[in-house]
């Protein structure tokens, strides 16, 4: 089932409610929240909550924040059997409140394998991220969509040195301090996808999280606008350094990458092949 909402659609008061116990999929593309009360859906599969909010977290004010944060966390628990999920920025921004550090959602997603996340890397996405990897234990494949706008050059489109679209606002330091364990890390996250790669600071800050953490992870496949490139990481790290190909900063975060410890089965990989997601 796909329910696709413009603004003004409906009225701002107007709820939504389903039940649907033998509904297998359920796809909600919506340009601004509103509440939704979903009593039955034990037989879901997959559910995608394109929820594209004309507002976020940065500005709006907290009573108005609070609210959107309740909404999506009630949407969220009718999903709880869902096994695989995909989750818009503006999700990310508003699932946990501010207030709190270490957040955990009345019902946790037990039966998750597979999280898709579409991300601009803002720092109000990242507790959303924590959240969501915290609340799934079972997780098994992490997607991770970057879809802010390319800033690339030259054969490989090496990112530059633009930094305006993601200010120093300490996400090292976030993912340093998560202190409490991630039981998905530690038990089933397997392989993560990155697509749409840009090889900033942000993205290698969580990338090396991910490589450290992750126990039993096997493969991190990052997609790369180098089109005719597929190998391992030291092969890009060397096919990169050649003259002219990417900036020295795209170098050395392809090398800090590189070095992140990791399990010793975990395999890096880098493609210029890109593949559509699929659940």
Known sequence: MKIVEYPDELEEATEVKIYAPHLLQLELHSGEPRTYHIKDVSSIVFACLEIRGMTTCLSINSSIQKNYHQMLESLMAGLHEVRALSLSSWCLQ?????DVVHHCLPTPLH?????????????DELPGIACLLRNSPNLERLTIQLF???????EVEAVGNL??????????NFWNCQSVPFFCLKHNLKKVVVENFKGEDN????LKFLLKNACVLEDMLVYVPARFFIGPAEAYLEYC?????????YVNNI?????????????ILFSGRHTVCSF
């Open 111 to 123: 039966h998750l394998k597979h999280l898709k996340v579409d991300v601009q890397f803002d720092k």
């Open 241 to 249: 350094s050649e003259d002219g190909r990417a900036t020295k900063k």
């Open 148 to 154: 802010r706008q390319a800033h690339m050059d030259r």
């Open 163 to 172: 930094t305006a679209c993601f200010s120093d606002c300490g996400e090292e």
């Open 94 to 98: 508003v699932l946990p409140p501010h």
């Open 203 to 206: 993205e290698i800050n969580l």
């Open 255 to 267: 090398r800090r990458l590189l070095l992140s410890p990791r399990s010793s089965h975990a395999e």
